[in-house]
């Protein structure tokens, strides 16, 4: 099914940095899928091979972007990507002696490498052997499929069908072994970007679309794993206030339809949680007497507490009607509390004469 195809476009990037990356890879879907409903399963494999290749040219790209010595130990047993590394990192001294912009890495440059020799560079990762053998299979039985040697190897769509499944699962593969690599690239970014004065943009948005997300050629699953980053770890930066900031740009640049249902149940709850709210300034608390999650009303006499009960809350609701299982990572952390600022917005002024006086006494 073209659907199943589709899921390779949760491990591209949602952002390219030049018009040419995004429309080979426009131009190579458009083949595959013009292949595959005109029954030319043959063609239509070659097709998403080339897909599968520029996901791997644009893996290698992110992580030679974010831990480059880890993939450079393992470039020695290249020619052509050695050779394209070197030179980007030379031009890239000259324009810095310069104190010029330089160019980007260009994923392409990798393809003048043997395929086979490629794919084996996510060692630098911490794929297996089991994992590299099938990524050179992969290639092999592409370069099969492409000479004219008389077989038909899909003559029937079921065939196709499993082989796309297969480099799913390998792609899969690769993407899980990427994840520590994102959360370092996360962590790096919010810290190197917690001044606002000194970035390349203005705006939040602007600053996590290109230096983050565009740079790095980040994709939809990558930024489930960025949604996750626990910011807590980075409450002692000096530009913690602005580091928030950029971690909710991350969350609203790119949201998932998939998510969008629960979100808004997850901020009915939060809305009807402060609606029961019971406003008691003589004793400066409030009590919220409709709390999913909880039998009895509860009381909060500082507005921390009230903050983590709704942010409880609204993981709560998410949880119980995720599309996933509640066992895996989902973006939570920055959405939750987007979520209750969105509502407490709204009672700011019930807010500090019920709770404010208690902080100043203390």
């Known amino acids: 099914m073209i659907e ?34 005109n029954q030319k399963y043959q063609f239509a494999y070659i097709a998403y091979h080339m897909l599968f290749m520029c996901f791997v040219y644009f893996q290698l790209t992110k992580i030679y972007l974010n831990i ?27 324009a810095e002696a310069k104190k010029q912009t330089a160019s980007h890495f260009d994923p392409f440059s990798l393809s003048g490498e043997n395929e086979r020799t490629i794919v084996g560079l996510f060692v630098s990762i911490g794929c297996d052997r089991n994992t590299i053998k099938r990524l050179r299979d992969l290639v092999d039985e592409r370069n099969s499929v492409a000479h004219s040697n008389g077989n038909i190897n899909f003559s029937v769509q079921s065939s196709l069908d499993e082989k796309i499944d297969e480099i799913i699962d390998c792609i899969d593969h690769i993407h899980q072994n990427t ?16 001044n606002p004065e000194e970035n390349e943009y203005s705006l939040a948005e602007d600053q996590v679309r290109e230096i983050f997300i ?7 699953l990558d930024l ?15 530009g913690y ?17 998939e998510y969008d249902h629960v979100w808004n149940l997850a901020l009915t709850a939060v809305q009807c949680a402060m609606e029961s709210a019971i406003w008691e ?11 999913p999650g909880e039998s009895e009303p509860k009381t909060f006499k500082s507005f921390a507490e009230l903050e983590e009960c709704l942010v409880d809350c609204a993981k709560l609701v998410f949880h119980t009607n995720s599309p996933h299982s ?15 600022d969105q509502v407490l917005n709204g009672y700011d002024e019930q807010i500090a004469d019920a709770l404010s006086d208690l902080s100043n006494e203390g």
């Open 326 to 340: 509640p066992e895996e990572e989902f973006p939570l952390a920055f959405e939750a509390n987007s979520v209750v």
């Open 214 to 220: 565009r740079k790095n050629y980040l994709s939809t």
């Open 241 to 257: 206030l602005y580091i928030l900031e950029l971690a909710r740009s991350i969350s609203v640049l790119y949201s998932l339809p």
């Open 4 to 37: 199943d195809a589709q899921r390779i476009f949760d491990y591209l990037p949602v952002e390219y940095k030049t018009q040419i990356e995004s429309g080979y890879v426009d131009f190579l879907w458009d083949a595959f899928t013009t292949t595959y409903e």
């Open 224 to 238: 489930i794993q960025a949604r996750n980053f626990p910011i807590e770890e980075l409450e002692n930066e000096e």
């Open 68 to 94: 480059p010595e880890d993939i450079k130990k393992v470039l020695i047993f290249t020619g052509k990507a050695q050779s394209a590394v070197d030179n980007y990192e030379q031009k890239l001294k000259e």
């Open 179 to 194: 994840l520590s690599t994102i959360i370092d690239c996360v962590k790096r970014f919010l810290v190197e970007s917690s």
């Open 281 to 291: 300034k003589s004793s400066h608390s409030v009590t919220l007497t409709d709390v």
